[in-house]
C-alpha cells in the first residue's frame, strides 16, 4: 500500500503562486507515476499534471505553461503560477503501480485551492 499527505493549499488572489506537495510512504519503490487531479464543486475530477518514474511529465491543457510538476524521491511538487478562478478546486494527489499487470492506484486526501478574483 502506498499512503500519500498533500501540503500547501491555499487562499490566494488572482495572479498569485501555491506550491502543493504531496509526500508518499509505504510501497513507494513500486510507484510507476504520480499526479495531480483536482475537483471543482459540481464537477468531475480531471486530471491536472502528471509524471512518470521516469521523469516524463504531461498536464491538462488549461495548465500548460503555467503549473509545473516535479519529483524528488517519494514527493511529487505541482508550482501553480499565474493562478485563475477557475483553478479553484481540490487537488488530489494520485499514484499509480503496476504489479504483475495489475494496477494499483492510490489517492492523498486532498487540499483545497481557492483562487479569488
Known amino acids: 500500500q502506498v499512503q500519500l499527505v498533500e501540503s500547501g493549499g491555499g487562499l490566494v488572489q488572482t495572479g498569485g503562486s501555491l506550491r502543493l506537495s504531496c509526500t508518499a510512504s509505504?510501497?513507494?519503490?513500486?510507484?510507476?507515476?504520480m499526479g495531480w487531479y483536482r475537483q471543482a464543486p459540481g464537477k468531475q475530477r480531471e486530471l491536472v499534471a502528471g509524471?512518470?518514474?521516469?521523469?516524463s511529465t504531461n498536464y491538462a491543457d488549461s495548465v500548460k505553461g503555467r503549473f509545473t510538476i516535479s519529483r524528488n524521491k517519494n514527493t511529487v511538487y505541482l508550482q501553480m503560477n499565474s493562478l485563475k478562478p477557475d483553478d479553484t478546486a481540490v487537488y488530489y494527489c494520485?499514484?499509480?503501480?503496476?504489479?504483475?499487470?495489475?494496477?494499483?492506484?492510490?489517492w492523498g486526501q486532498g487540499t483545497q485551492v481557492t483562487v479569488s478574483s
Open positions: 494520485n499514484s499509480r503501480r503496476i504489479i504483475s499487470s495489475t494496477t494499483y492506484i492510490n
Open positions: 509505504g510501497s513507494t519503490f513500486s510507484i510507476n507515476q
Open positions: 509524471i512518470t518514474s521516469g521523469g
